[in-house]
């Protein structure tokens, strides 16, 4: 158990909705990343917070935003879903800027 | 872009034999993720590196900064090693951008 955890563990929607991903990090790590595992794209980086501010920009899509609230849990929005966006979402924590990742069980996301 | 590539892509062997997967990079990094994911989808932190050697158990992770190389060795193999094996940087860009390039990883099967 890496500390991290994640809600939900499987959604399953359809095209055109929206839908929140949750992350809440290890107990006192200040940076949050969310990652997308895809078939054809396989691991590749979103977005990543720093006690509460967006600090980088992966191959995030336009119509996904993210965000850190005070107590340091973020949430992935996910609006105009479309079938390419069936994925696992998995958030990590990491205590400072060079401090090793630990991944949350990830959000197995299907796009009816 | 940093261009993470692993070899083997698939590793078949036996229980006991001595594994040795391989990671180049194209560009300068800050450190080195190597990451387990089993069967049911979960990411492990296997090692961070940034020079050097590390060691735990049976698993060994070496780097060559100068050869932008790095191996990840597991030692007397068991079945239950048999996952995905992923290695990932982060760039050493200076902009605060610690997301991770992942490779495209290695599917290890050890049999008995």
């Known amino acids: 158990d890496s500390g991290v955890t994640q809600t939900p563990k499987h959604l399953i929607t359809a095209t055109g909705q929206r839908v929140t991903l949750r992350c809440s990090p290890r107990?006192?790590?200040?940076?949050v990343y969310w990652y997308q595992q895809s078939l054809d794209q396989g691991l590749q980086f979103l977005i990543q917070?720093?006690?509460?501010?967006?600090?980088a920009k992966g191959n995030i899509l336009e119509r996904f935003s993210a965000q850190q609230f005070p107590d340091l849990h973020s949430e992935l929005n996910l609006s105009s879903l479309e079938l390419g966006d069936s994925a696992l979402y998995f958030c990590?924590?990491?205590?400072?800027?060079?401090?090793?990742?630990?991944f949350g069980p990830g959000t197995r996301l299907t796009v009816l | 872009k940093n261009e993470v590539e692993q070899s083997p892509q698939n590793l078949t062997a036996q229980e006991g034999e001595f594994i040795t997967i391989n990671c180049s990079y194209s560009v300068g990094i800050s450190a080195l993720h190597w990451l387990q994911q089993h069967p049911g989808g979960g990411i492990v932190s296997l090692f961070m590196?940034?020079?050097g050697k590390k060691k735990h158990g049976r698993l060994i992770a070496t780097i060559n900064i100068q050869e932008k190389h790095s191996s990840l060795h597991i030692t007397a193999s068991h079945p239950r090693d048999s996952a995905v094996y992923i290695c990932a940087v982060k760039g050493d860009l200076g902009g605060g951008a610690d997301g991770l390039t992942f490779g495209k990883g290695t599917h290890l099967i050890i049999q008995p």
């Open positions: 107990s006192g790590d200040l940076s």
């Open positions: 990590a924590s990491s205590l400072g800027r060079s401090d090793t990742q630990y």
């Open positions: 590196l940034s020079s």
């Open positions: 917070y720093y006690n509460g501010e967006e600090r």
